[in-house]
Structure formats: structure tokens, C-alpha cells
């Protein structure tokens, strides 16, 4: 169910933009997926986090996981199809995987991990069509879904770097992460965007989707799904997202799709499997008697 709900977003966003304006779509997301937590909270009798110190940390984890990486794939999805979009989406743990052997010193790289990360980076260039030299695509609009992807594992680590000792719920932490999100874009939209004309009813109705399933729901579904399973199961979730974006954008949308598209997308997935995974380690013998 979350990689439906995360794999249909990213046609939720393609038909947003058709009526509204990029920063609009990534607000009214906000607005809609922080709703649906707030209603939580409030039935469970659950209060936001407290200190200073933990809200201006949530600030800044609020810009790389929702704020900047949802304006970037709204915006990028102007000029290419959704299921660009969400194959870009999947380069995630590539990145994830490049930036801890930098940023966290536990994380060593293995050859397994190395050769994931290159296999990838291999997927991408031939979902882009690289032999082509990249005709078909939008260089920008490409690599601002790349960037958004980028992101997630920017805002992961630094969350784990400084938030990791929390005594505050997942529920709790992640309602005051969304209510700093909508606040940014709440300042940011008005100065770039003008008020809309008018409100097409249905890229309005596909932003309250966005939001209440594709960000509130989600939140909710991922945070009870690491509990349940732990988060190495639950990161599986990624590999199913760009086989339901590709699937939506073709059928609900028809969007073309060449044969390098699917193609390099298995291979980004591989790549991405490869650099989660960790070898097994030996069995001890049994001693002797």
C-alpha cells in the first residue's frame, strides 16, 4: 500500500501542475499531509516536541526531506514525464550510499557496495539514453529530480546526527518536521508565485490526494511499517515506487515509454539492492569434543 500511495504520487504531481503553479502544488501538499497528522496527534493525546534546539533541527531536517526535494520533482515535472520522475526517485540509496562513507565514519565501503553504486549510476545513464546524448530528456528538469532525490539521504543523516536521542514519538517528531515544511513554503510560495486565477477542480483534488495520502497517510504507514518489520524490510518499499510511477504515468497518462526506460530503471533497483545489502557473515563452528 505505500508504494502505491508513493508510486501514484508522482502522477499526482504531473496532473497538480497542470493547474497550479509548481510551489502551489508543494504547499497545498503540505498543508494537506500536515492536517492529517495534526487530527492524529490530537486523538492520541500526543503533544509536539519541546527545546529549541530540537525544533531548529527539525527546521533544517523539514528542508531536505519535504520543502526543497518536493518543489524539485513538482518543478522538474514540468518538463519531463512522471516516470522519469519517479525512476530518479530511486537513485536514492545510491546517494544515501555515497554520502555516509563520507559523512559517517562506521559506514565503510565494501567492494559489494562500490560495485551497487557504480551499476546505479550505469541505470541512470541508460534511462537517460546517455549513447543518444541524452535526446528526449530535459537536462534541467532531470537533474532537479536527481537533485530531489538527493535530498532524502542529505536530510536522513543529518536527522541521525542530531536527533537520533530524541525521547519524542516518531508521531510527534514527524507532525512538527511537516508543520516547519509548511511554514517555509507557507514564506517562500507568495513571493515566487502569483494567487491563481481560478482553481481547476481536478489538479485540485490530485493535491489533496498528494497530500493526505502521498505525504500525511505515508508518514503514518512508514513510521508503523519500520516498527513492525524494522527499517532494512521497510526500505523495500523503494524498489516497488518506480514500477508503480511507470506504471500510472503509462496508463493513466500515456506517457511514452522507450525501451531504455525500464530497462535502465532494473538496473538502478539492482544497483540500490546492491549497496543496502550486507554480506552474511560465517557460521561459528561447533567445537570439538
Partial sequence: MLALIWGFSFLFIKVGTQGY????????????????LAAVLIAKRQRLPRGR?????????????????????AYSELTIPSTLAGICNATSP??????????????????????????????VLTVLGAWQGFSGTDPLGTVMALGASLCYPIGWIYVRRTLAGSKDSSLSM????????TLQLAVVTPLFTSFPPSFPVVPLLAIVALGALGTGFAFLLQYGLVAEVGPTTAQMVTYFIPVIATTAGVAVLGEHLGWNTPVGALIVLAGAALTQSRPRSPRPRSPRS
Fill in 53 to 73: 534546539r530540537t525544533w531548529a533541527h527539525l527546521a533544517v531536517a523539514a528542508l531536505f526531506l519535504n520543502a526543497l526535494p518536493f518543489s524539485l520533482f
Fill in 174 to 181: 514527524s507532525s512538527a518536521q511537516l508543520l516547519l515544511a
Fill in 94 to 123: 545510491l546517494w544515501g550510499m555515497a554520502l555516509s562513507v563520507v559523512a559517517l565514519s562506521e559506514d565503510r565501503p565494501t567492494r559489494r557496495r562500490v560495485a551497487g553504486l557504480g551499476l546505479g549510476f550505469l541505470g
Fill in 21 to 36: 503553479a509548481p510551489l502551489q502544488v508543494t504547499l497545498g501538499r503540505m498543508i494537506f499531509g500536515t492536517a492529517v
